[in-house]
């Protein structure tokens, strides 16, 4: 069995993991170790051959595989090796073992850093009855299929679900020649950006049909029809305007899951909201020598984020593989008004470190306060135009004005609600 | 223009299990099935339960039959490398009716000869399976009642069959069957005409229609829906007994099932139909069995389902198993009546249709050099640190984990393709090594399968099926 033993070991290679690393090894990390499955760099955004990413990190308007090269380059030039068509099978106390080509492969490191990503919700998990046929795939499959493999999935299709990548395959399928009939979405409001709709829907005459569902699904051996039908305030289906679709594929754009079996076998504690690791500030989890970055700690919108995010937790796994890293009691960052989650949902007070809170709003708002306190004191607040379920927000507190806290953290967004 | 001496027809559990036994004698043997792959229709998406069938009536062909098919299975599963569950069974009552009829299903066990079915408390039971419905009064404990991976019970024999000289035709519909004198010649399938001796109706729910073409059909069969929920390995809330219910009146109640992979099933509904083709899960199905499941342990989490499936069982009347060797076209055998009891039954059916046979002028001579054992694909992810070594040394292809969530590799989904009767579709991919059967059903690994599948069997990507017919998995329209 090979071995190897590094100061970082970071698993995927995907914009959380490129970001990660490349700060751990700035940071002082001597060695710093990426595992990848895939046999090339990237992650999903290798498939995300749209525009729309890097305007808020880089102020410029990238596709997926553009802005996935410059983190790319940034990992190299630091000198992080990457393990390609390596895959992490169990993370252990002593070990990450793993396994490629060559064997199998322990690798010892300082700090583990997790950047696994995430998977797509499936048919399965919204237990939409009807038949099985063949047709039916998530939208990033579809997306791999005709992005990488350059099939084409389907001619007339219903897209389920109004997420970014439902709505960028809407555009990407009718440009490939397909007739998109539909987007429908369950809830009364859109779940992905507002930009996507504009861009990708809006666009190109693609109907979004707000507060419907697909109640049925036809078809022997391929995908026939699907129905459709409103739903009442419950989202419980109203059966009597149900209508049937004539098409030959559906695609699912449902939401997306934090891939956290690696996590799980180390006993890595989660939140039941987000579904990855419960983190501090410094992007460590509840297992001092394990942080989580990207989408496998939360689901994130815009890759910008993920990249800063990770660049946080990179950095901090080196500190805490030299020794560096800050240690204290925290207090906890909760959900308050309208907010769904807080992550990072624990605060080290006294640290030497700006604290960024990320948060998802339960419901839409127009002209909200949004504002994070500590008992009575407000830490941090500020007015914003528009908050939606679909777009993370965050709020940046000074270190200095995280010294001494003693009460839990609330985040909360008032007034406005629509 | 095929030849061959016996042709069966339908490579579900029970064809499969006749044309395995078959290939022991000198004789030579033919599957022909109208889907791509075997495993059958029901066999396939049933409960996957072999038992002891303590519950059936006594002194019935499916009983005598079903009681001596239960053990041939711990030797078979030996012999073929086939994963058995050695669980056990608990049929709780969890009420006061249920509770009354349990003098009743002892005795039937008792009259079934299924002598080791015993009475359990309402604490032994819990202690036994600490999630059952607490308000359980006492219950009845079935020790050798186990579960199976169906699809690997089908395509380990076929392969083991295949290894001993049977030869399969599959993509292929049987439109008529032709006698000269009174006895079975000629078969005619959509891949061309097969001269043979004998044929196997063992077509479940295609039977009437095989029946209907040599006049030996007085009996119809329709399909009965039985829909099931499948949920995640790491759900919270497991059995490790397979849990039975008493059925009522009103109901039959529900089964939960622990399966040999870690996962947990649930179901069955039990809705009659008579379109052969309705294999559509339905909200009001689904409630029902959530609701019925809930009985027997109310913290099921059905929020980890992984998938929903829909099994046709095909359901004879008059009811009852029936084997019937045609004196009016001799050559004929038909086995129709093969029920939910079908999986546990198919052993001892082959054994006994072949001594029908025999008893109707069929001689057999036994074949030197007959393979009894067979070893099935070694899977990646239930193999130790130092196995796995090994396996990546031996394979390199071992070293790739094309399904991230059931830890499959490609050194597992080339093998499925290329040994004997192998995988030719994406679905019989995931049935032989389960590639796709996690949580993600497919999304990661799919497209890679898809490219595997194409490579393997040479054809473009476009050619690649999910299953029969056209489920072509991409743009199907030319």
Do not use: W
Not at chain 1, 5 to 25: F, M, Q, T, Y
Not at chain 1, 141 to 154: F, P
Not at chain 1, 290 to 313: P, Q, Y
């Amino acid at each position: 069995m090979r071995e190897l033993e590094c100061d970082v070991a970071v698993i995927g290679a995907g914009p959380a993991g490129l970001a990660a690393a490349a700060a751990a090894k700035k940071n002082g990390a001597e060695k710093v170790v990426i595992i990848e499955r895939d046999s090339s760099p990237g992650g999903i955004l290798q498939q995300c051959i749209h525009p729309g990413f890097g305007l808020n990190y880089f102020h410029e308007e990238l596709t997926g595989p553009e802005y996935a090269g410059r983190f790319i380059a940034e990992a190299e030039k630091a000198g992080v090796k990457v393990l390609f068509n390596t895959m992490a099978l169990d993370l252990r106390e002593e070990e990450l073992m793993c396994s490629g080509p060559g064997g199998l492969l322990r690798v010892r490191s300082g700090a583990v850093v997790l950047a696994m990503g995430c998977r797509e919700r499936t048919r399965a998990n919204l237990v939409i009855p009807g038949s099985r046929p063949a047709g039916i795939y998530t939208a990033g499959t579809a997306q791999r299929l005709i992005n990488i493999q350059g099939h084409m999935v389907g001619k007339k299709v219903v897209i389920l679900g109004s997420g970014d990548i439902g709505m960028i395959m809407a555009r990407r399928m009718t440009l490939e020649g397909a007739e998109v009939k539909a987007v429908v979405e369950i809830m009364p409001y859109l779940a992905g950006l507002r930009r996507n709709k504009v861009q990708c829907l809006d666009d190109f005459n693609i109907p979004l049909l707000l507060s419907h569902t697909v109640t049925d699904i036809t078809g022997v051996d391929r995908v026939e029809k699907v129905t459709i039908a409103p739903v009442d305030g419950n989202k419980d289906p109203i059966c009597e305007e149900s209508r049937e679709i004539q098409c030959d594929t559906l695609l699912l754009s449902v939401g997306l899951i934090p891939e956290n079996e690696l996590s799980r076998g180390r006993g890595v504690p989660l939140s039941s909201v987000t579904k990855g690791a419960s983190v501090n500030q410094y992007m460590q989890t509840e297992i001092p020598n394990v942080f989580a970055c990207g989408n496998v700690l939360h689901v994130n919108d815009l890759v910008d984020n993920v990249s800063r995010e990770s660049e946080r937790a990179g950095r901090n796994a080196a500190r805490y593989a030299a020794g560096v890293l800050p240690v204290g009691r925290p207090v906890s960052a909760v959900p308050g008004e309208n907010v769904r989650y807080v992550c990072p949902q624990r605060v080290i007070p006294g640290g030497d470190e700006e604290i960024r809170l990320f948060f998802r709003v339960a419901a839409p708002g127009e002209e909200v306060t949004v504002s994070a306190r500590s008992g009575d004191r407000v830490l941090v607040s500020r007015k914003a135009p528009f908050v939606n379920p679909g777009e993370m927000e965050s709020l940046t507190i000074s270190a200095e004005d995280a010294v001494g806290l003693t009460a839990d953290i609330t985040v909360e967004v008032k007034g406005g609600a629509r | 223009m095929y030849n061959t001496d016996i042709l069966v027809v339908g490579a579900g559990a029970v064809g499969i299990a006749i044309a395995r036994e078959l290939s022991k004698f000198n004789i030579d043997v033919m599957v022909v099935d109208k889907k791509d792959d075997v495993g059958g229709d029901a066999s396939k998406s049933c409960s996957s339960c072999i038992s002891t069938e303590f519950t059936l009536t006594p002194g019935t062909l499916e009983s005598k039959i079903c009681q001596c098919s239960r053990p041939l299975f711990d030797q078979l599963c030996r012999d073929l490398d086939v994963p058995l569950n050695y669980c056990g069974s608990i049929t709780p009552a969890v009420n006061q009716e249920q509770f009354e009829k349990i003098p009743s299903i002892l005795k039937k066990a008792f009259d079934n000869g299924v002598y080791d079915v015993e009475y359990r408390s309402k604490e032994e039971l819990l202690e036994m399976e600490p999630n059952l419905n607490p308000e359980v009064l006492g219950g009845v404990y079935s020790p050798r009642d186990t579960q199976i991976n169906q699809f690997l019970l089908v395509v380990a024999q076929a392969e083991n069959a295949a290894e001993n000289g049977v030869e399969f035709l599959l993509d292929c519909k049987v439109e008529g069957i032709e006698l000269e004198q009174g006895r079975v010649s000629l078969v005619r399938t959509t891949k061309g005409d097969i001269r043979t001796k004998y044929i196997v109706n063992a077509a479940g729910l295609g039977n009437d229609e095989i029946a209907g073409m040599v006049g030996e059909c007085d009996y119809t069969v329709h399909p009965r829906k039985g829909q099931f929920y499948v949920l995640e390995k790491d759900t919270p809330v497991k059995v490790s007994h397979i849990i039975l219910s008493i059925p009522l009146p009103q109901t039959r109640g529900k089964l939960i099932i622990p399966t040999v992979d870690g996962n947990i099933l649930v179901g069955p509904t039990a809705e009659d139909l008579y379109d052969k083709d309705d294999k559509k899960t339905t909200k009001e199905g689904l409630k029902e069995v959530e609701r019925e499941a809930r009985m027997l342990v109310p913290g099921l989490h059905m929020e980890d389902t992984i998938t929903q499936f829909v099994g046709l069982r095909p359901a004879r009347e008059p009811e009852g198993y029936n084997i019937l060797v045609s004196e009016k076209a001799r050559g004929y055998v038909g086995i129709s009546g093969v029920r939910s009891s079908g999986l546990t039954g198919s052993l001892g059916i082959a054994k006994y249709t072949i001594q029908m046979m025999r008893e109707a002028g069929l001689t057999l001579e036994r074949k030197k050099g007959f393979k009894a054992t067979r070893k099935g694909i070694v899977n990646f992810s239930k193999a130790s640190d130092e196995e796995r070594d090994r396996l990546i040394a031996e394979d390199p292809l071992y070293g790739h984990v094309i399904c991230r969530c059931e830890t499959v590799t490609e050194s597992e989904i080339v093998q499925a393709i290329r040994r004997p009767v192998g995988a030719r579709t994406v679905d019989a991919v995931k049935r032989r090594v389960r590639a796709g059967m996690g949580r993600c059903q497919g999304g990661f690994c799919g497209p890679q399968v898809l490219e595997i599948l194409a490579r393997e069997l040479g054809v473009d990507a476009e050619e690649i099926r999910k299953r029969d017919g056209v489920s072509y998995m991409l743009r199907h329209e030319k």
